[in-house]
């Protein structure tokens, strides 16, 4: 008879968990585009059963996708578990744009399918096939939980869908076979071990701190000093904006594309990683599109919170979240790009020397061996309070084309979740020289996202234009004198 597993979620995956409500939803997305080409059926549409049996092949391999949650009787914890009732077609499913299906229509059927909560009885996972998208395209919506994954994580999770190669590859082999479920007994006894071995834990540890008692102390002084940081900066509210009120379930999808090629010359040019121009063109954007509001912007303490990845080379294709949490003020209050640019230089130096990065480690460790929900329940504390007033999220993705068995994919745009008292998130996504951008928003809150998107594309041509100094000059044009004004010659 096969063994019952199951497996854990870690603190900052359970943290996603405790951090959903009826309208903050913690899914992460995005919107792929693709052209029809090879998935074309006999219809002239998309052929929905090839679909569902080339991605029953492909997520064969990833057991996450077949796995549902569950808890820990008395504890609470949540594990996964397989999914005895495991329905491929609720999870893939089929949609069309009504003519002409345009780019707009689309972004209104992706705001609609992103303002749903994921159902935690079923595997926290969907993807909307919609066909009928102009220049005979379709696209593929994603959403997945997230404490599923990280944007590292979901970039690699296209690895299993995608292929670098036109031709679609070969089958997974035999479907997967789901596992017993553990009994409820079985849980809380796991439960209950492990909490009882952390006295024992706690000895050893105490054990090898007594055989150093200097270093150890100097160890625990500078922990205490990471953590106190990371707390600090965690729990201060950020300047209340626009862009900072109450959440509504309803969302808007907007987004962009801009020329990685371009990003990365302006990043050279000043010294700057490609992340630091994406915050430059974030902190221009948002400092015009408050002022047309009637916002103030000087002095105003307004702040971006950017995950930063943590998962080593060994953890790629591994799901869950391996990311740190970092805060940044933003010059909202700069006109000048370039400035602005030296500016967000500055400050991302000294926040990756300050203890941030550190102090969410240790947090998340302690939660894991002491107090499973002590992460969770300090991370929905600083929602409330709002230490940050968005998310900027930047994931590198593969340079080169890839294809959905066989279909070319043209552009893919990210989503990151709004948490409490947060209107407007930005994820960006690189691809095969592409640098795309996905803006989503509160409805009620943000009836004029696209002018924010504007004012993005604002900034990255200014800040992506050349110096005028560095432009090369252009050879002057002969001037054409009229007849009547030119010179006569005299006769000899």
Request: proline share 8%; glycine share 6%.
């Amino acid at each position: 008879m096969p063994t019952a597993l199951y497996e854990r979620l870690t603190a900052l995956d359970a943290s996603f968990l405790l951090l959903e409500d009826h309208d903050a939803h913690m899914h992460v997305g995005s919107v792929a585009l693709f052209d029809l080409g090879p998935l074309r059926g006999a219809h002239g549409g998309l052929d929905m059963e090839r679909v569902l049996a080339r991605a029953g092949e492909a997520l064969a391999a990833q057991p996450r996708f077949r796995e549902r949650l569950t808890t820990t009787p008395l504890f609470g914890d949540p594990v996964w578990v397989d999914d005895p009732h495991f329905n491929l077609a609720y999870h893939v499913r089929h949609a069309a744009l009504p003519a002409p299906g345009d780019e707009r229509q689309l972004k209104r059927l992706a705001g609609r399918i992103m303002s749903q909560q994921l159902d935690r009885a079923k595997p926290l996972w969907v993807l909307w096939f919609v066909e009928g998208v102009a220049g005979d395209r379709f696209a593929v919506i994603a959403k997945l939980h997230h404490c599923m994954v990280d944007g590292i994580a979901s970039a690699d999770l296209m690895g299993a869908l995608l292929r670098p190669e036109r031709e679609p590859h070969a089958a997974a082999g035999a479907p997967a076979v789901p596992r017993p479920q553990p009994t409820p007994a079985r849980l809380l006894a796991d439960a209950v071990l492990r909490r009882a071995r952390l006295p024992f834990e706690l000895l050893r540890a105490s054990a090898t701190a007594l055989a150093a008692p200097l270093q150890t102390l100097g160890a625990a002084g500078r922990a205490l000093g990471s953590v106190g940081e990371t707390l600090r900066t965690g729990l201060t509210p950020a300047a209340s904006t626009v862009l900072n009120g109450t959440l509504g379930p309803h969302r808007r999808f907007d987004w962009l594309r801009v020329d990685l090629a371009a990003v990365k010359r302006a990043a050279r040019r000043h010294d700057a990683t490609v992340n630091d121009v994406v915050l430059a063109i974030t902190a221009g954007a948002v400092g015009d599109f408050l002022r047309r509001r009637g916002e103030p912007v000087d002095g105003v303490d307004f702040r971006a919170m950017i995950p930063v990845s943590i998962r080593a080379n060994s953890e790629h294709h591994a799901l869950g979240n391996r990311v740190s949490l970092l805060m940044a003020p933003l010059p909202i209050d700069e006109r000048d790009p370039r400035r602005r640019l030296a500016r967000v230089v500055e400050t991302m130096r000294a926040v990756k020397r300050s203890e941030q990065r550190r102090g969410t480690e240790l947090l998340e460790a302690a939660s894991e061996r002491l107090f499973s929900d002590l992460f969770a329940r300090l991370a929905r504390l600083g929602a409330r309070l709002t230490p940050y007033n968005l998310v900027v999220t930047n994931v590198p993705g593969p340079p080169v084309p890839l294809y959905l068995f066989g279909a070319p994919l043209r552009a893919v745009y990210p989503l990151v979740p709004l948490f409490t008292h947060q209107a407007l998130g930005i994820a960006l996504f690189s691809y095969a020289g592409g640098l795309y951008w996905g803006f989503n928003a509160d409805w009620d809150a943000l009836p004029d996202l696209h002018e924010l998107v504007t004012a993005v594309e604002r900034e990255y041509a200014a800040l992506t234009e050349p110096p005028r100094a560095l432009a090369r000059p252009r050879k002057p044009t002969p001037r054409r004198v009229p007849a009547h004004a030119r010179p006569r010659r005299r006769s000899a």
